[in-house]
Structures are given as structure tokens and as C-alpha cells.
């Protein structure tokens, strides 16, 4: 399974050191981590398979204090986070920035890795399915590259320690899978405590973990359960 590892912004340049030790030493039983640190840390990933948790949404040139994704092309990153919620409910984002930051994702040559998800209310009213296919349509019109991952990242779970019941990630996987044909993550509070209820989810590809992904005790324990 892919288990991508969203460090938000976290770590200063002593504890990243400290964890990519550490990090280089676990069994990833023959799961397909990738690293998204703070992008100042991008550098640092080399020897890794890792992406950037931003792009952004202008090309390269004036625009102090941006960084271009043809500049973390150029260090070999090879994935990019795209539209994820905190960028959107935090730092004022919209879908149309978003779109701006896939494209210029996709022309660099870095594999999106999508969010999409519902607010509590909306997955509340039923109306999740239609609020994702309405987003991910929005974002993925004149999209020509087949190339891309979609995370569903229920808004409300993110960081809360709360996930939807797994009935309802199913429809939305399962929905995602038939729609658009590609991988699929599921990410939220994905925890020690709930994996193994979540990974009887049937078409999934993998997880993307944020609180997870800087403790690699539990990292690591959360690996040997997927297994
Ligand atoms: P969480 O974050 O695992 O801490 O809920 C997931 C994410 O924001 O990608």
C-alpha cells in the first residue's frame, strides 16, 4: 500500500535529522512510503521517495516568498499534495487556486496527490457524494494527464481523532475508484486504534497520515498491522 507522510509544519532541522535516521532504519514491508516534509527539509530527502505538501499556484519568477514547482522538481521530488483542507479553511485558499497549483504540478512532472473531502454538515445532510464529484470534476476539467492520486480526507477527521462510520468511506471510495480510475488513499485520524477497521475498506490504496507520521514508533507499528 502507498502511506504517505504529511509532517505539516513540523520539526525544526535538528529533530528532522534525528528522525530521517531513524526513519531510514524502519521495515516498510514492502509498503510504498512517501515523505511530504516542510519544504525547506525537500533537500534532505534525496535518497527517499518523498513530494512537496505545496506547489505554488504561480510559475516561477517574482513572486517573493512562493516556491515554484519546477524548483521542487529540480530535486527530484516526484509526488505534491493539492488541495489539501488546511490550505482552504486555514491560509484562505480556494479550488481555483487549487486547480492553478495542479497544473503547474502536472507540467513539472510531479504526481498529485489530490485531497478532497466533506464538512461534517454535508457528510451530516448525505450530500458527501455529490459535494466530491462536484470538486474533483471542478478541479479535474481539462486535466489531459492520467497521472494523478485522489485522498479522501473527511474534513472533520482531520487531526480530530474522530473518522466517519466505515460504511460511508466506502461509498466514497468506491465511488472515487469507478469514477476516475485511480489510486485512492483514505486519510483522517488514521490511527493505531482504527486501522484495522479501516483497512477492511475494499478498493483502498493506501493511507495518508499526519500526526501519525511524526511518531515512527507508532509508524512502524501501524505498518506491521497493514500487513
Ligand atoms: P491527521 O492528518 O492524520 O493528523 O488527521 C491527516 C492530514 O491532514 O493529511
Same mark, same amino acid.
Given at each position: 500500500?502507498?502511506?504517505?507522510?504529511?509532517?505539516?509544519?513540523?520539526?525544526?532541522?535538528?529533530?528532522?535529522?534525528?528522525?530521517?535516521?531513524?526513519?531510514?532504519?524502519?521495515?516498510?514491508?514492502?509498503?510504498?512510503?512517501?515523505?511530504?516534509?516542510?519544504?525547506?527539509?525537500?533537500?534532505?530527502?534525496?535518497?527517499?521517495?518523498?513530494?512537496?505538501?505545496?506547489?505554488?499556484?504561480?510559475?516561477?519568477?517574482?513572486?517573493?516568498?512562493?516556491?515554484?514547482?519546477?524548483?521542487?522538481?529540480?530535486?527530484?521530488?516526484?509526488?505534491?499534495?493539492?488541495?489539501?483542507?488546511?490550505?482552504?479553511?486555514?491560509?484562505?485558499?480556494?479550488?481555483?487556486?487549487?486547480?492553478?497549483?495542479?497544473?503547474?504540478?502536472?507540467?513539472?512532472?510531479?504526481?498529485?496527490?489530490?485531497?478532497?473531502?466533506?464538512?461534517? *454538515? /454535508?457528510?451530516?445532510? $448525505?450530500?458527501? +457524494?455529490?459535494?466530491?464529484?462536484? %470538486? &474533483?470534476?471542478? !478541479?479535474?476539467?481539462? =486535466?489531459?494527464?492520467?497521472?494523478?492520486?485522489?485522498?479522501?480526507?473527511?474534513?472533520?477527521?482531520?487531526?480530530?481523532?474522530?473518522?466517519?462510520?466505515?460504511?460511508?468511506?466506502?461509498?466514497?471510495?468506491?465511488?472515487?475508484?469507478?469514477?476516475?480510475?485511480?489510486?485512492?488513499?483514505?486519510?483522517?485520524?488514521?490511527?493505531?486504534?482504527?486501522?484495522?477497521?479501516?483497512?477492511? *475498506? /475494499?478498493?483502498?490504496? $493506501?493511507?495518508? +497520515?499526519?500526526?501519525?507520521?511524526? %511518531? &515512527?514508533?507508532? !509508524?512502524?507499528?501501524? =505498518?506491521?498491522?497493514?500487513?
Amino acid at each position: 500500500m502507498i502511506v504517505a507522510l504529511n509532517h505539516k509544519s513540523n520539526l525544526t532541522l535538528e529533530e528532522i535529522t534525528k528522525y530521517l535516521n531513524e526513519y531510514r532504519k524502519i521495515d516498510f514491508q514492502n509498503h510504498e512510503l512517501i515523505i511530504l516534509p516542510t519544504a525547506i527539509y525537500l533537500p534532505l530527502m534525496k535518497d527517499l521517495t518523498f513530494g512537496s505538501q505545496d506547489v505554488s499556484c504561480k510559475e516561477q519568477g517574482a513572486y517573493t516568498g512562493e516556491v515554484s514547482a519546477k524548483s521542487i522538481a529540480s530535486l527530484k521530488a516526484s509526488y505534491t499534495l493539492i488541495n489539501h483542507s488546511e490550505r482552504l479553511t486555514k491560509l484562505g485558499e480556494d479550488l481555483s487556486i487549487s486547480k492553478q497549483k495542479l497544473k503547474n504540478a502536472i507540467e513539472n512532472n510531479l504526481t498529485p496527490i489530490i485531497c478532497i473531502g466533506d464538512t461534517e *454538515i /454535508e457528510h451530516e445532510e $448525505g450530500i458527501y +457524494l455529490t459535494k466530491i464529484k462536484a %470538486d &474533483l470534476n471542478y !478541479l479535474l476539467k481539462d =486535466l489531459t494527464s492520467p497521472n494523478f492520486i485522489i485522498a479522501y480526507e473527511p474534513i472533520f477527521a482531520i487531526g480530530t481523532g474522530k473518522i466517519p462510520n466505515v460504511q460511508d468511506i466506502q461509498k466514497v471510495i468506491t465511488m472515487l475508484k469507478e469514477t476516475y480510475k485511480v489510486k485512492v488513499l483514505y486519510g483522517g485520524s488514521a490511527n493505531l486504534a482504527n486501522i484495522d477497521t479501516l483497512k477492511t *475498506i /475494499e478498493g483502498l490504496d $493506501g493511507f495518508l +497520515l499526519g500526526s501519525l507520521s511524526l %511518531d &515512527l514508533k507508532s !509508524l512502524n507499528l501501524f =505498518l506491521q498491522k497493514l500487513s
